[in-house]
């Protein structure tokens, strides 16, 4: 089992032996869940980046993370996910070809198409700067293409958060 899942399982344990009403335990419970799923998730994009076919599972997972109507999920994805993988994604200005880069883009992409709309407060925020930054330092079509994806996907759902950065 790798380190991350372990951490996960402690995670888990300790939201578990807390003792939570039971109204409250089904929120609890997704919440740790979400918090300590999804740093780990990001961990495996950074280590295993380079793989097309996990990656594009990784992208999968984490669409249906944000298809979720959950306010738990959501700030998951807002406040762990995006700028984690903002933060990848400037690693394509000193190497034009990053897989790893590409592939934040994508999984980002995949968030964004999945994401309700209006889109949340802010999510834009999160990556706008960085994602510029990738575009304008790439001239790869692949990137370049998720890249207008998520541009897209933010004028069709919440024009105006475009607008405010």
Not at 34 to 48: A, E, I, K, Q
Not at 138 to 147: A, F, K
Request: hydrophobic share 40%.
């Amino acid at each position: 089992m790798p380190q991350g899942w372990k951490l996960s399982c402690r995670r888990l344990n300790l939201c578990f032996s807390h003792q939570i009403a039971s109204r409250d335990l089904v929120r609890e419970t997704r919440r740790c869940v979400y918090l300590s799923f999804l740093p780990d998730h990001v961990s495996l994009t950074n280590l295993y980046g380079t793989d097309p076919i996990l990656g594009s599972s990784i992208s999968d997972v984490f669409g249906s993370l944000s298809s979720s109507t959950s306010p738990i999920a959501q700030e998951a994805i807002l406040n762990t996910a995006l700028p984690a993988l903002a933060s990848t994604m400037t690693e394509i200005q000193t190497d034009p070809l990053s897989i790893r880069a590409s592939t934040a883009i994508d999984i980002t992409d995949s968030i964004f198409s999945h994401l309700q709309t209006p889109l949340p407060s802010g999510a834009f925020d999160r990556v706008a700067e960085n994602l510029f930054g990738a575009l304008n330092a790439t001239d790869d079509r692949d990137v370049t293409q998720s890249g207008l994806n998520i541009i897209t996907t933010v004028i069709r759902k919440d024009v105006e958060q475009l607008l405010n950065w």
